[in-house]
């Protein structure tokens, strides 16, 4: 397969969870057609020492993983610090809460973007966290493209720190009409659907968002949002007048 086309770039932070983000690991691993079809890119704080040494271990066992360890940032942030070390076409935002469940994930994804000639779409899955949301059809963990970033600036806005950037993802793609669901299924082992503790990860994550009042953050941000509306709008118009 050449490098970076058709392939697939997972990026994640994970604090305070290396057993529960090898689990992730693992299941992309037993669950994909092709071992080459992807790798996965995973930001550690260089505070959290249990995960910078449990993933020097999973180095020596699973083949396509990247562990970049760095200060404690926004969260919405990590997943563009990785972003320059991906050589991949399709850009999965994970979870170190996630489990994949589906055979065949890789090629399912791969083949949704081959019908695109533009790469502008997002594509999820089924998590099982569905029902925390109040909008329908809500992807937790996005799937876009390098095109997508290229053109954004940015694979999230750098101003989050706990949710809302998986809402950014999905705005976008609803206000364009790109957003599909695919027939896979990554289980989402989160404390709100009853499958994990909630541990101290959860804890300050529920505690930044209400000391940065996310909501209000998301909001005032609307205008950049609608400029990042525009420029995909702008450059399928144009793919399309150059066909």
Same mark, same amino acid.
């Given at each position: 397969?050449?490098?970076?086309? !058709? ?25 994909? !057609? ?60 994970? *979870? ?31 998590? *099982? ?49 790109? &957003? ?24 300050? *994550?529920?505690?930044?968002?209400? &000391? ?32």
């Amino acid at each position: 397969m050449e490098e970076g086309s !058709n392939r697939i770039a997972i990026v994640l932070g994970s604090r305070g969870r290396p057993m529960r983000l090898e689990a992730f690991i693992r299941s992309l691993r037993d669950l994909a !057609n092709d071992p080459h079809s992807y790798k996965v890119y995973v930001y550690i704080d260089e505070d959290d020492t249990p995960t910078i040494d449990y993933s020097n271990q999973l180095k020596e066992t699973y083949e396509q993983l990247f562990f970049h360890v760095g200060p404690r940032i926004i969260m919405s942030d990590m997943v563009n610090k990785l972003y320059p070390h991906t050589n991949e076409d399709i850009i999965f935002l994970g *979870g170190d809460d996630l489990v994949m469940r589906t055979k065949g994930w890789d090629s399912i994804i791969i083949e949704a973007y081959k019908e695109f000639e533009d790469k502008i779409l997002l594509c999820y899955g089924k998590d *099982g966290g569905e029902r925390v949301h109040t909008q329908e059809n809500f992807a937790t963990h996005p799937i876009i493209s390098k095109k997508w970033v290229e053109i954004q600036g940015y694979v999230t806005p750098p101003y989050f720190s706990c949710d809302y950037s998986d809402t950014w993802s999905n705005d976008l793609a609803d206000a364009i009409d790109r &957003k599909y669901i695919l027939p896979f299924f990554h289980e989402h082992m989160h404390f709100t659907v009853g499958k994990a503790p909630f541990d101290s990860t959860y804890k300050e *994550g529920r505690d930044r968002f209400n &000391k940065d009042n996310m909501p209000s953050v998301y909001s005032k941000l609307k205008p950049l949002l609608k400029s990042d509306i525009e420029k995909l709008r702008k450059y399928i118009r144009n793919f399309n007048n150059e066909k």
